[in-house]
């Protein structure tokens, strides 16, 4: 037993120092994970949970970002292995978000893209966020207006006026995700956002874009013409 102890405190530090010397790609997906574990089950060879969950959720991001619940369900782990997870999800976002906040928005939308990515992409429910933005398109307001059951979220024109109002925003951006992962527009996505460019038009408020983001990817109504 001492043996497999020390083995597996020696590999622990070898994933270590590769990290540490190569930075973030040193390590594969099921490395990242078996380490994360390690800090919360330090004396439990957590390789082969690492590799389940990897396999099971299909990938690193929808395995970070999937539901606590179901994470522990398919590990069979505490709720502090759990956490072990989810804050490299929480790191990961507030890292990209920190990046959109810093130059206005049209000109880093790579930088926005990939922080809703990180943020929705994989999520297995609705949700719907508002960036408000103001006359220099920096980022003013970042709003979760709403998150529901698969395609049930609510979004209400109302709402998002009076929060661009409050917020004295000059311009928004809508942004969901479509958990099925196909970033498409559907009928009822054109049609809200048909209604809420009416709605704030008359109140010198741009919409300059509703930005659907899946798995599969993401897509602007701005570059498919749809606004």
């Not at 130059?103 to 719907?128: C, F, K, N, T």
Request: hydrophobic letters at 45%; charged letters at 25%; a neutral charge.
């Amino acid at each position: 037993m001492a043996g497999e102890e020390h083995d597996g405190i020696g590999h622990r530090e070898r994933l270590r120092k590769r990290l540490l010397d190569g930075g973030p790609d040193a390590l594969q997906d099921h490395e990242l994970v078996e380490y994360l574990l390690a800090l919360a089950i330090p004396r439990r060879d957590t390789k082969p949970i690492a590799k389940r969950l990897l396999k099971e959720f299909g990938s690193y991001g929808a395995l970070v970002t999937a539901e606590p619940r179901a994470i522990a369900r398919v590990g069979g782990l505490s709720e502090a292995s759990v956490a072990a997870l989810k804050i490299a999800e929480a790191s990961a976002v507030r890292l990209l978000a920190s990046r959109v906040r810093e130059q206005p928005v049209l000109g880093s939308w790579q930088a926005l893209i990939d922080y809703l990515h990180a943020d929705m992409a994989h999520r297995g429910v609705e949700r719907v966020r508002v960036l408000y933005l103001n006359s220099k398109n920096r980022l003013i307001h970042d709003e979760l207006l709403s998150e529901g059951a698969v395609d049930e979220a609510a979004v209400h024109v109302r709402e998002v006026v009076r929060r661009a109002l409050e917020c004295q925003a000059t311009a928004l951006i809508l942004v969901h995700n479509h958990p099925s992962g196909d970033p498409q527009p559907s009928q009822q996505d054109i049609r809200l956002t048909r209604d809420i460019v009416e709605a704030v038009k008359h109140l010198r408020i741009a919409v300059h874009d509703h930005v659907i983001v899946g798995s599969q990817g993401h897509s602007s109504m701005r570059a498919m013409g749809l606004i």
